[in-house]
């Protein structure tokens, strides 16, 4: 299925650069979302959240930005996102070779909590 002979085969490290990218798309639709419900809710001091949400949200973007460099570097493009009912997919072109990532909600919702929760500095043992 490759379009170039000598082009390096997609590797596992590829990979993971495309599920970072999903993650951080994902974390920035959260952000957005929360950051707008804060916003339209009666709360004392909203505009303390939403700086705090704000400054996530621009190091997540700048992070993302990173991203997309090295993907570019590596070879790698996006060329299709799904949002399914049970899912995010995600389809790119690696050197060549046309590769599909797929991710349960439920997956994706941990992995966001995850690094939301690193983010704000809260120890997600402490939630349970």
Known sequence: ??????????????????KKYMMHILM?????QDIH????VS???????????TRIQMDVT?????????????GIRIYEENKLREGFEMRYLCR???RR???????????????MSERLGIDLTELS
């Not at 993302?64 to 993907?71: A, G, W």
């Open 1 to 18: 299925m490759s379009t170039s002979s000598t082009a390096p085969v997609p590797s596992e490290a590829d990979h993971l650069l495309v």
């Open 28 to 32: 920035l639709d959260v952000l957005e």
């Open 37 to 40: 419900t804060i916003q339209h």
């Open 43 to 53: 709360l004392h001091m909203p505009q303390l959240y939403v700086h705090h949400l």
């Open 62 to 74: 700048r992070n993302l930005t990173d991203i997309r460099i090295q993907m570019r570097r590596g």
């Open 96 to 98: 060549g070779y046309h």
């Open 101 to 115: 990532l797929y991710l349960l909600w439920t997956f994706c919702k941990t992995e966001v909590m995850k690094e």
